[in-house]
């Protein structure tokens, strides 16, 4: 896959990656995501291609943080080893942050050890790198964070920051691939049309019912809705994640091959279906929007009538698999 | 050759997606009458064989049921293509085709032939494909479809660890000439051609290492 465009391409990107202590690969990588039709690097953005495990093994850090990383890793990817402790639903953070958290615009998971702590408008307060993977926890597992300084939550900051590796902190140029990037969004979406791609392109893998696969204890496919999915506070419950999330990366393995308006359709089906309650949940769904609209449920259909049948979404008590609402992690902070 | 009635099944195949055909019910004891022509390639015991020289014989047992039963529709139907199996596809009823998916998804499967002779370098390279995968040629992992140590996942992944390496090579580099092309979605196609030459060979000998489903 390698071609000659990569050499007239990256004789550009020089100039940015200079910054970054690149792996050595990061060309192959930017030379395969514009071939699949992912933007080439801008002039002023930061490019990091995270080491990979084999580096782990190759490289000189103490055998015992080795130990410590690779445990990171396989929670990362096997979260499902925390079920019933910190996770109640049947996802890894490897379901949405996909190839291990390395991935540009699957929301690569390092940008938040160089960035953190820092404010974050969605709890309005200062936030260091344990709580941010205790947000993920809390809203995209439907659980209940590991402890803070736990074995486990300092095991998944040390993977975080080992895939940071050479990365300043604080960096002053925006992140290449952050994030979900969302397309332009259209001017009409359909309910209809969505439900007929999902079951055209998507329930093969993650069911008609949207409960996805498991294979014994693990998960092949994780749920995009109902008790089994993340909860009505996750980020991804956000239009324009969803569909930033799924063009970049649905189907498995050909991304961008739905057009922008299929992806927008399909993001609304899937958001206009139920899921366990946002742990922030005051005991009224018309409240609870109130208080949590301007921050975030304004992107969200929570609270709003459904297109197809006029049921008003997240109007219920319904936790999932868990037995408490919200976990004691979620606590506002003043620094006073 | 009756033109009429595979150009039906291929209508119908059309019009449902694979996975979602209805399943007829199979008999594992009248499948076992009607695989006795089978034996001479996929062998008694359901094991096939690794061939150095020539086509490999896919090990069927432990199969899921559904997924032979596809295979075999497919080869009826032409959606999958292959001289050697489409004339013993073509003699079984539809019921037939049950019986014998049946038959062989109830065996005990045997481990895999025709990777011990890979390098430690080679094996390596084929675990990290089928476990990890390689994002900087956006391959995905063969077990992220393939399931948990790719012992396969629902009817519609099958388990691809413990078959033999001859045959997993040759199902690759088939869809990479475009020569098989019955997945749904093109999802098997579009990872199939982003793995070099060296990548299908590692791949294969490592899976065929590995042990199979133990139903």
Same mark, same amino acid.
């Given at each position: 896959m390698k071609s000659t465009l990569t050499c007239a391409m990256l004789a550009g990107s020089v100039l940015f990656t200079a910054l970054v202590s690149a792996n050595e690969n990061t060309d192959d990588y930017i030379n395969t995501l514009t071939e699949l039709g992912f933007p080439a690097p801008k002039d002023n953005q930061l490019v990091h291609i995270p080491p990979t495990l084999q580096d782990l093994e190759q490289s000189d850090v103490h055998p015992e943080l080795k130990r410590v990383i690779r445990r990171g890793y396989d929670l990362f990817t096997d979260t499902q080893q925390l079920r019933g402790e910190n996770v109640f639903n049947n996802m890894n953070c490897s379901s949405c942050h996909l190839g291990d958290g390395r991935m540009p615009f699957s929301a690569p998971v390092w940008p938040a050890a160089v960035t953190l702590p820092g404010y974050r408008g969605k709890?309005?307060?200062?936030?260091?790198?344990?709580?941010?993977?205790?947000?993920?926890?809390?809203?995209?597992?439907?659980?209940?964070?590991?402890?803070?300084?736990?074995?486990?939550?300092?095991?998944?900051?040390?993977?975080?920051?080992?895939?940071?590796?050479?990365? &300043?902190?604080? !960096? *002053?140029?925006?992140? #290449?691939? $952050? %994030?979900?990037?969302? &397309?332009?969004? !259209? *001017?009409?979406?359909? #309910?209809? $049309? %969505?439900?007929?791609?999902?079951?055209?392109?998507?329930?093969?893998?993650?069911?008609?019912?949207?409960?996805?696969?498991?294979?014994?204890?693990?998960?092949?496919?994780?749920?995009?809705?109902?008790?089994?999915?993340?909860?009505?506070?996750?980020?991804?419950?956000?239009?324009?994640?969803?569909?930033?999330?799924?063009?970049?990366?649905?189907?498995?393995?050909?991304?961008?091959?739905?057009?922008?308006?299929?992806?927008?359709?399909?993001?609304?089906?899937?958001?206009?279906?139920?899921?366990?309650?946002?742990?922030?949940?005051?005991?009224?769904?018309?409240?609870?929007?109130?208080?949590?609209?301007?921050?975030?449920?304004?992107?969200?259909?929570?609270?709003?009538?459904?297109?197809?049948?006029?049921?008003?979404?997240?109007?219920?008590?319904?936790?999932?698999?868990k037995d408490f609402l919200k976990p004691d992690t979620v606590w506002p902070r003043t620094f006073e | 050759m009756n033109y009429l009635p595979t150009a039906i099944l291929f209508l119908t195949t059309l019009t449902l997606p694979g996975w979602l055909q209805a399943a007829t019910e199979g008999d594992a004891s009248r499948g076992a009458e009607a695989a006795a022509v089978c034996a001479s390639c996929h062998q008694a015991d359901g094991s096939g064989k690794h061939n150095e020289q020539g086509e490999s014989w896919p090990q069927l047992a432990g199969l899921d049921a559904d997924y032979i039963a596809k295979q075999l529709r497919d080869y009826k139907s032409g959606q999958r293509q292959n001289a050697t199996m489409k004339p013993f596809a073509n003699m079984l009823s539809e019921q037939q085709v049950a019986d014998v998916a049946q038959y062989y998804s109830e065996m005990a499967p045997h481990p895999g032939q025709g990777g011990d002779s890979a390098s430690e370098e080679v094996l390596q390279r084929g675990r990290i494909l089928a476990q990890r995968g390689d994002w900087s040629e956006y391959i995905v992992s063969c077990k992220s479809c393939h399931g948990p140590d790719n012992q396969g996942a629902g009817s519609v992944f099958p388990g691809i660890a413990g078959q033999h390496a001859g045959y997993i090579e040759s199902q690759l580099k088939a869809w990479q000439a475009g020569d098989r092309t019955n997945d749904p979605q093109d999802l098997m196609g579009t990872i199939a051609r982003r793995l070099s030459d060296d990548d299908i060979r590692a791949v294969a000998a490592w899976l065929a290492t590995q042990p199979p489903q133990a139903n």
């Open positions: 709890n309005d307060h200062v936030n260091n790198l344990e709580e941010r993977i205790a947000g993920c926890f809390t809203y995209s597992m439907n659980g209940k964070p590991p402890e803070y300084g736990s074995d486990d939550m300092l095991a998944l900051a040390a993977y975080h920051q080992w895939l940071a590796r050479g990365v &300043p902190m604080y !960096p *002053e140029k925006p992140i #290449y691939g $952050r %994030g979900f990037p969302a &397309p332009e969004r !259209p *001017e009409e979406l359909s #309910y209809e $049309r %969505g439900e007929q791609l999902y079951q055209e392109q998507c329930a093969v893998c993650h069911g008609d019912n949207g409960g996805g696969l498991q294979v014994g204890e693990k998960t092949v496919f994780p749920a995009p809705w109902g008790d089994d999915s993340n909860n009505w506070g996750a980020g991804l419950v956000r239009l324009f994640t969803a569909a930033g999330f799924i063009k970049n990366n649905m189907p498995l393995g050909q991304p961008l091959s739905l057009s922008d308006q299929e992806a927008w359709d399909v993001a609304y089906f899937i958001s206009s279906q139920e899921r366990p309650q946002d742990p922030r949940y005051t005991g009224d769904v018309a409240e609870t929007l109130e208080k949590y609209g301007p921050t975030f449920h304004k992107h969200s259909l929570y609270g709003q009538k459904r297109d197809s049948d006029g049921k008003v979404l997240g109007d219920h008590s319904n936790t999932g698999d | -």
